[in-house]
């Protein structure tokens, strides 16, 4: 069965901290997503990664994919308040219909 | 920019009752999901949707619940007897098979409550 686990699953830091989150999954695949969700929001698609070594980045956010280490990593650089939300990752099972298997999420908090 | 729509935002209904959450996906899509949330936990999987027919369901999407795609835009979630764990939002998402990936665009979703 694949899983899929983030951490951590809580995050609260000062504003122009930089941090990670990390997004680990048990089998191999090499289609991993992030999603970010506000409260109360739907999900929003920020980075798809899809193969080894693939690097995506989007002003203070940088995903990649390590495949080998069956590892993910979303970076924030110099975080600002109004990236506090909860990010998701999701990895494609593989089969013919594309279905995703969810981590936990990460609900990050950044305070001013 | 084209975008997934869902109708009701707020469902509240009867334990016991039948409720259909309807979705809108983007009009080039192929693939459509069917998602639910329950407050401050993970997204879980109920059933994708390919060709007019179930590609995969989950062991969540028991006897209890159906999907349609009743004419060439809408695609409906039927339960048919509603149980109070039922409460959860729940997500329309569609995709195109773009490359061989399936970056897939959800929807507002409906916040269902059963009392």
């Known amino acids: 069965e694949l899983k899929v686990e983030q951490n951590p699953l809580f995050l609260s830091m000062q504003e122009g901290k930089n941090y990670t989150i990390y997004c680990n999954y048990s089998?191999?695949?090499?289609?991993l997503y992030w999603y970010r969700q506000d409260p109360g929001k739907s999900l929003e698609s920020l980075f798809v990664?899809?193969?080894n070594g693939a690097v995506k980045q989007e002003g203070r956010l940088m995903a990649s994919l390590d495949t080998k280490a069956r590892l993910s990593t979303l970076h924030i650089t110099a975080a600002v308040h109004d990236l506090s939300a909860t990010y998701f990752c999701a990895v494609d099972k593989g089969s013919s219909n594309y279905q995703l298997i969810w981590g936990a999420g990460t609900k990050l908090i950044i305070k001013p | 920019e084209p975008e997934v729509t869902q109708t009701p935002s707020h469902q509240v209904t009867q334990m016991g009752q039948e409720v259909i959450l309807r979705c809108v996906p983007i009009s080039n899509h192929l693939y459509f999901y069917w998602y639910r949330q329950i407050l401050g936990q993970k997204v879980e999987f109920l059933v994708s949707?390919?060709?007019?027919?179930?590609?995969?369901k989950s062991e969540i999407f028991d006897d209890q619940f159906s999907v349609e795609r009743p004419d060439g835009s809408n695609f409906t979630l039927k339960i048919r007897s509603t149980k109070l764990e039922d409460s959860a939002m729940y997500f329309c998402a569609s995709s195109e098979e773009t490359s061989g990936y399936n970056e897939q665009f959800f929807g507002p979703g409906t916040r269902l409550t059963v009392l």
């Open positions: 949707f390919y060709n007019n027919e179930i590609s995969e």
């Open positions: 089998t191999t695949s090499d289609r």
């Open positions: 990664l899809l193969s």
